[in-house]
């Protein structure tokens, strides 16, 4: 399972433990790309964002650190090679996806229409409150 960072804001956002949830859906390895924290790193020290948001961003970014040094019950791993610098975070999720063969948990409507046109599942945030898949 491989998470964009829009995912990673929802913990912060509406309360939901998307690790927790991504268990409870079956996948129990979660691949976090280097670009998606890059990208969270920004959210955190932009300017114009609202302070829910910088915080969401804060929240995402922590757990990731967290659980991929072995801190909780989550398996989470950061991936990233230094040929990625410069390309888009989306672009390398679904590089990564299609490469590994994994799942994508992303609220991206462009990236998720892409990853389905690839046959690539992908999960999604439904009602504010749980994770589904949709493939």
Do not use: W
Request: glycine share 10%.
């Amino acid at each position: 399972m491989i998470v964009d960072t829009n995912a990673l804001l929802i913990p912060g956002e509406f309360g939901v433990d998307i690790f927790h949830e991504l268990e409870r859906l079956g996948y129990s390895h979660i691949i976090v790309p280097n670009a998606v924290l890059n990208e969270l790193q920004v959210l955190m020290q932009k300017s114009g964002l609202k302070g829910k948001e910088k915080v969401a961003a804060k929240i995402g970014y922590s757990l990731v650190l967290k659980y991929a040094s072995g801190g909780g019950r989550y398996n989470v791993s950061i991936e990233g090679e230094e040929e990625d610098e410069g390309k888009e975070a989306d672009e390398l999720v679904a590089e990564l996806a299609a490469k590994l063969e994994a799942a994508v948990f992303t609220l991206d409507e462009d990236l998720k229409r892409e990853l389905t046109h690839a046959g690539i599942p992908t999960v999604y945030l439904r009602g504010k409150s749980r994770l589904e898949v949709s493939e």
